[in-house]
């Protein structure tokens, strides 16, 4: 099972997997009914969630609404950190992921503007390099595991912060490794070279322990929130939480 989703992960074009893993997870969400492990997403019990990752992670997805750890974690910090549920909000979220898209546009407070250059799940097409919106449009963004993509991160954090409202807010999650300094070099290419290096073959950049702090030279204003911490470890375990993940949370600077 690892060996066959780490081969998906990586060879299989993700505008594709984005189509078909719903209609595939539907066997194993039947297969693993249990009650040892929970998604608060979509509230679904399992004995234990599916392996995955390009090195496969054990009790990662969640089989009924392909919730990872980062989105289970982030959806409990909406609920009890913020007024996401509940204040009228007009949201942009780019590269959506499948587990929040229907419960998102289900919420009657929400203007809810999804948009990607190239997911079939998103509703406006765009480049996160030239927003098409105007300044003071939004009043949160969501751009999770994007930024290690994108040819400039900084330009992009600069779109972010001009469409946010004065007040706005947003969450920005990437990868980040144990390292001290970002490591990017626009001069790789090759598909096998950058996933030697940055991780993955479509990756342009390994971001490093300064991710805040370059984020910063946007504008944004970035908090490195440890919402995890302040979690039991019953809590942690029966959701599947990621133990040491940081939610890194932009405002709109001046």
């Not at 009790?59 to 919730?67: I, V």
């Not at 390099?129 to 930024?147: A, G, K, Q, R």
């Not at 980040?176 to 290419?189: F, N």
């Amino acid at each position: 099972m690892k060996k066959i989703i780490s081969f998906v992960i990586r060879y299989i074009p993700r505008p594709f997997l984005q189509r078909v893993s719903p209609l595939a997870m539907k066997f194993f969400a039947i297969t693993n009914r249990g009650t040892a492990v929970q998604c608060p997403v979509c509230e679904k019990s399992y004995k234990k969630f599916l392996p995955y990752g390009r090195i496969a992670r054990e009790n990662a997805l969640c089989p009924n609404c392909l919730s990872l750890e980062r989105h289970r974690l982030m959806w409990l910090f909406l609920k009890e950190k913020t007024n996401f549920f509940t204040a009228p909000l007009r949201v942009l979220h780019v590269a959506p992921e499948h587990c929040f898209i229907q419960r998102f546009e289900a919420l009657p407070n929400l203007e809810y503007v999804t948009a990607d250059i190239e997911s079939p799940l998103a509703k406006v097409k765009m480049d996160v390099h030239d927003i098409p919106f105007p300044e003071n449009s939004f009043d949160v963004v969501f751009c999770n595991h994007v930024l290690e993509h994108v040819e400039d991160d900084i330009r992009a954090c600069q779109e972010f912060n001009r469409v946010l409202k004065p007040s706005g807010w947003g969450i920005l999650q990437s990868p980040v490794y144990p390292i001290e300094t970002t490591l990017e070099d626009s001069s790789i290419t090759d598909p096998a070279e950058r996933e030697k290096l940055f991780g993955q073959r479509d990756h342009v950049r390994k971001f490093g322990k300064d991710y805040a702090e370059r984020l910063r030279r946007s504008g944004l204003r970035i908090e490195e929130n440890q919402f995890v911490k302040e979690l039991s470890t019953e809590k942690v375990s029966h959701f599947a939480l990621p133990s040491q993940e940081i939610i890194f949370v932009c405002k709109k600077g001046d």
